[in-house]
T-cell receptor, first 114, second 110 residues
Framework: NAGVTQTPKFRVLKTGQSMTLLCAQD?????MYWYRQDPGMGLRLIHY???????AKGEVPDGYNVSRLKKQNFLLGLESAAPSQTSVYFC?????????????FGPGTRLTVL | EDKVVQSPLSLVVHEGDTVTLNCSYEVTNFRSLLWYKQEKKAPTFLFML????IEKKSGRLSSILDKKELFSILNITATQTGDSAVYLCAAVHTGNQFYFGTGTSLTVIP
């Protein structure tokens, strides 16, 4: 049982490049989330998903797209990376709507955009 | 606008001291409040609080929620250097959205 995993762990991009971050969970959780964490800013929700095939915008969605084609995977895409997207990205999951809201986090992806 | 405010922003204490971390929230359709510890990696879950006035304990850590005054506190007694971390609180909306505070950075010096 690996919990929540993220790929890659580190990445450096040039402005304008695109990339996809992969989050996978093996706990059969319905809800999945993408956050970014910047120094002094806490965690900010980018997008989330309440189930396979669904996505919704969070607090800071601009510049990102997501997809949840399979229940266990939640992908975060950057179509045209900007230096303002330099951050640490965390994926998380929870079991469901009315269940215990304990949230499990992946180890994070450190992204630098030059 | 939904928000969570933590105080203090940072704290330096000596081993053995007791600390109290504060978390106030303004979240519509509030469901629960969570505390996390974050060292140099991903946050790890500490407590979930749903009911007012019921203290949750885990070793030297304890937490309580006041839904009337809209705040929670996290207490750590007999602090150790291993308690040094950023402590995050998050208020959970009934729609399962999480609103995080910016965290309290705790440093425990020997």
């Amino acid at each position: 049982n690996a919990g929540v995993t993220q790929t890659p762990k580190f990445r450096v991009l040039k402005t304008g490049q695109s990339m996809t971050l992969l989050c996978a969970q093996d706990m059969n959780h319905e809800y999945m989330y993408w956050y970014r964490q910047d120094p002094g800013m806490g965690l900010r929700l980018i997008h989330y998903s309440v189930g396979e095939g669904t996505t919704a915008k969070g607090e800071v969605p601009d510049g990102y797209n997501v997809s949840r084609l399979k229940k266990q995977n939640f992908l975060l895409g950057l179509e045209s990376a900007a230096p303002s997207q330099t951050s640490v990205y965390f994926c998380a999951s929870t079991r469901g709507w009315l269940a215990d809201n304990e949230q499990f986090f992946g180890p994070g992806t450190r992204l630098t955009v030059l | 606008e939904d928000k969570v405010v933590q105080s203090p922003l940072s704290l330096v204490v000596h081993e053995g001291d007791t600390v109290t971390l504060n978390c106030s929230y303004e979240v519509t359709n509030f469901r629960s409040l969570l505390w996390y510890k974050q060292e140099k990696k991903a946050p790890t879950f500490l407590f979930m609080l749903t009911s007012s006035g019921i203290e949750k304990k885990s070793g030297r850590l304890s937490s309580i929620l006041d839904k009337k005054e809209l705040f929670s506190i996290l207490n750590i007694t007999a602090t150790q250097t291993g308690d040094s971390a950023v402590y995050l609180c998050a208020a959970v909306h009934t729609g399962n959205q999480f609103y995080f505070g910016t965290g309290t950075s705790l440093t425990v010096i020997p």
